[in-house]
């Protein structure tokens, strides 16, 4: 019987791993039979921007068109491949959205879920990477949810809104990404929620994973995976879900969630910075430090104060690739190990609000936060 268990658990990850359905039955888009549900959810952005002429591509309002007109200009080619449904959460700045908002986000989402095969969130791209990780770890779903924007705004020649929002609603109605968790597809690559960043101010194809590269690319017709977010291993069991179900979380269901801040470091900083974010009520602090994690003499001090008060501190590069990795001897400091700064920032952020035991915040960083794959 456990040969038969192990068996199947790793028939389900692979399935996913290839991008074959988990989920429900799938259709073949355009074969005449039922298509999947794609709910497409609107949250502004440049990719619903609009521009001062058609050659302003820098020189735009983010945030004007509605995301059911944008769905509606891409009729009846987005028909083909799913029943598609719009819901209009905001219509802003990626920036300007608050943790708050995330949170009420990923409520949005999982209620979508639960009615469609699939979801597709719209987003400014400059916070997407964070947009994208925050879902990731808070989406209790195992349906594929697919973030996308633009680097120009809808209405200027050579966009690339209204190409990335087609393509994203195909890679979601495709349900190949089951059990990825939240991926990002923008200028024809599929990239996961962890490793994924904005690397350019203004270029197309501004996000990248680093080292461990794109997932894979969608090619009009041919959507092709190379590689699969190590969670898909857990694929069919409820070990799937990360442990910060929202629903759960001991805070009101409107109240504050722990305050997190960045803290950066460079040559001779000073450490008014860590001691302002302490002193403010900051229950956590992520250093973005030089090299391996390094910190100014300065920065040192105040973090060792800070850490006598309860700050929990996570430990990462500034370099935008490579490992902190922290031990378990110094007392109130996690390493992130390759996890960029912004987004150790949420994992810690979810992670204080779930426990107050620094040894499983650890254990969370350590595993969740630097998932491998197992091999046996």
Same mark, same amino acid.
């Given at each position: 019987? /456990?040969?038969?268990?192990?068996?199947? *658990?790793? +028939?389900?990850?692979?399935? $996913?791993? =290839?991008?074959? %359905?988990? !989920?429900?039955?799938?259709?073949?888009?355009?074969?005449?039979?039922?298509?999947?549900?794609?709910?497409?959810?609107?949250?502004?952005?440049?990719?619903?921007?609009?521009?001062?002429?058609?050659?302003?591509?820098?020189?735009?309002?983010?945030?004007?068109?509605?995301?059911?007109?944008?769905?509606?200009?891409?009729?009846?080619?987005?028909?083909?491949?799913?029943?598609?449904?719009?819901?209009?959460?905001?219509?802003?700045?990626?920036?300007?959205?608050?943790?708050?908002?995330?949170? /009420?986000?990923?409520?949005?989402?999982? *209620?979508? +879920?639960?009615?469609?095969? $699939?979801? =597709?969130?719209? %987003?400014? !791209?400059?916070?997407?990477?964070?947009?994208?990780?925050?879902?990731?770890?808070?989406?209790?779903?195992?349906?594929?949810?697919?973030?996308?924007?633009?680097?120009?705004?809808?209405?200027?020649?050579?966009?690339?809104?209204?190409?990335?929002?087609?393509?994203?609603?195909?890679?979601?109605?495709?349900?190949?990404?089951?059990?990825?968790?939240?991926?990002?597809?923008?200028?024809?690559?599929?990239?996961?929620?962890?490793?994924?960043?904005?690397?350019?101010?203004?270029?197309?194809?501004?996000?990248?994973?680093?080292?461990?590269?794109? +997932?894979?690319?969608?090619?009009?017709?041919?959507?092709?995976?190379?590689?699969?977010?190590?969670?898909?291993?857990?694929?069919?069991?409820?070990?799937?879900?990360?442990?910060?179900?929202?629903?759960?979380?001991?805070?009101?269901?409107?109240?504050?969630?722990?305050?997190?801040?960045?803290?950066?470091?460079?040559?001779?900083?000073?450490?008014?910075?860590?001691?302002?974010?302490?002193?403010?009520?900051?229950?956590?602090?992520?250093?973005?430090?030089?090299?391996?994690?390094?910190?100014?003499?300065?920065?040192?001090?105040?973090?060792?104060?800070?850490?006598?008060?309860?700050?929990?501190?996570?430990?990462?590069?500034?370099?935008?690739?490579?490992?902190?990795?922290?031990?378990?001897?110094?007392?109130?400091?996690?390493?992130?190990?390759?996890?960029?700064?912004?987004?150790?920032?949420?994992?810690?952020?979810?992670?204080?609000?779930?426990?107050?035991?620094?040894?499983?915040?650890?254990?969370?960083?350590?595993?969740?936060?630097?998932?491998?794959?197992?091999?046996?």
């Amino acid at each position: 019987m /456990r040969i038969a268990h192990r068996t199947t *658990a790793l +028939l389900l990850a692979l399935a $996913a791993a =290839v991008g074959a %359905t988990v !989920t429900g039955a799938s259709a073949e888009p355009g074969d005449g039979k039922d298509v999947p549900d794609v709910a497409v959810i609107g949250t502004g952005g440049t990719i619903s921007g609009v521009s001062t002429n058609r050659v302003s591509f820098q020189d735009y309002r983010s945030g004007q068109l509605a995301i059911s007109k944008m769905v509606d200009e891409l009729r009846p080619e987005v028909d083909g491949l799913a029943d598609v449904t719009t819901e209009q959460f905001g219509n802003k700045g990626s920036s300007a959205y608050t943790i708050a908002d995330y949170r /009420r986000l990923t409520a949005s989402v999982d *209620a979508a +879920l639960k009615k469609n095969d $699939a979801v =597709v969130v719209t %987003t400014g !791209t400059d916070t997407m990477e964070e947009f994208a990780y925050w879902l990731d770890l808070t989406v209790r779903s195992d349906k594929p949810v697919v973030l996308t924007g633009s680097m120009r705004p809808w209405t200027v020649i050579g966009t690339d809104a209204p190409a990335n929002l087609y393509n994203a609603i195909k890679l979601a109605a495709s349900r190949k990404t089951t059990c990825y968790g939240t991926v990002v597809m923008l200028n024809d690559q599929i990239q996961a929620a962890r490793e994924v960043r904005k690397t350019n101010a203004l270029r197309l194809d501004t996000f990248d994973s680093g080292p461990t590269g794109e +997932l894979g690319v969608v090619d009009q017709d041919n959507i092709r995976l190379h590689r699969a977010p190590a969670r898909v291993q857990k694929c069919g069991k409820s070990s799937w879900n990360t442990p910060f179900d929202l629903d759960g979380i001991a805070a009101a269901a409107d109240g504050p969630l722990p305050k997190v801040e960045i803290a950066y470091s460079y040559q001779d900083a000073g450490g008014e910075a860590v001691t302002a974010f302490a002193n403010a009520g900051a229950d956590g602090i992520v250093t973005a430090g030089t090299g391996a994690g390094g910190i100014s003499p300065a920065m040192s001090a105040a973090r060792t104060e800070a850490v006598k008060k309860g700050v929990l501190f996570a430990s990462t590069t500034r370099t935008g690739s490579g490992a902190v990795y922290g031990s378990s001897a110094t007392t109130g400091v996690i390493g992130a190990e390759d996890l960029s700064p912004q987004k150790a920032r949420l994992l810690l952020l979810l992670s204080l609000a779930a426990t107050e035991d620094e040894k499983q915040v650890r254990e969370w960083f350590s595993t969740l936060g630097t998932a491998q794959f197992v091999t046996r």
